[in-house]
T-cell receptor
């Protein structure tokens, strides 16, 4: 089955620790995205990538980092610089990064701070 | 700045019709999308409007007025399973990712 796989489903971070959220897609999509969702806040864009080895900051990139070494993979690292990381993180992909392209979402990773 | 406004909550009964409005203010505009998200789940695409007018997909329809920077999602013959959050999202002409509204929580009761 084609789709987007996020792992883990739940993740706990200790103080000062970096953690990495995985996102893999087998839809052969060029563009991939990371969003953060807090209660009542909708989806806010962290980073997006239109092509391998290239990515752009979104509205709330501070404290996060990404890489895009392979078309199918777009991992997100939540660094210790992100002081309020508790949230629901959603990864998405689309055929092209503009216009009418539909975004397909993974099931999400729920990150909490210990 | 860029912003989207939609009501935070809407309630309705089974079989009814409900309209969720969305007004937007963006630096560029390419189209308006709607996504549905059940509690704790992944958002899923519902509809997209790039031109003025009504797009119909089964029980759901979406409308856009570019001159008024306004759109709405119309849900007919409501069912309990339609209880979810609904997000409007804007694509801008610069080719960046979607900008999402804060979402409208729809509660359908029997």
């Amino acid at each position: 089955d084609g789709g987007i796989t996020q792992s883990p489903k739940y993740l706990f971070r200790k103080e000062g620790q970096n953690v990495t959220l995985s996102c893999e897609q087998n839809l052969n999509h060029d563009a991939m995205y990371w969003y953060r969702q807090d209660p009542g806040q909708g989806l806010r864009l962290i980073y997006y990538s239109q092509i391998v080895n290239d990515f752009q900051k979104g509205d709330i990139a501070e404290g996060y980092s990404v890489s895009r070494e392979k078309k199918e993979s777009f991992p997100l690292t939540v660094t210790s610089a992100q002081k309020n990381p508790t949230a629901f993180y959603l990864c998405a992909s689309s055929i092209v990064a503009y216009g009418e392209s539909i975004q397909y979402f993974g099931a999400g990773t729920r990150l909490s701070v210990l | 700045g860029q912003s989207l406004e939609q009501p935070s909550e809407v309630t309705a009964v089974e079989g009814a019709i409900v309209q969720i409005n969305c007004t937007y203010q963006t630096s560029g505009f390419y189209g308006l999308s709607w996504y549905q998200q059940h509690d704790g789940g992944a958002p899923t695409f519902l509809s997209y409007n790039a031109l003025d007018g009504l797009e119909e997909t089964g029980r759901f329809s979406s409308f856009l007025s570019r001159s008024d920077s306004y759109g709405y999602l119309l849900l007919q013959e409501l069912q309990m399973k339609d209880s979810a959050s609904y997000f409007c999202a804007v694509s801008n002409q610069a080719g960046t990712a979607l900008i999402f509204g804060k979402g409208t929580t729809l509660s359908v009761s029997s």
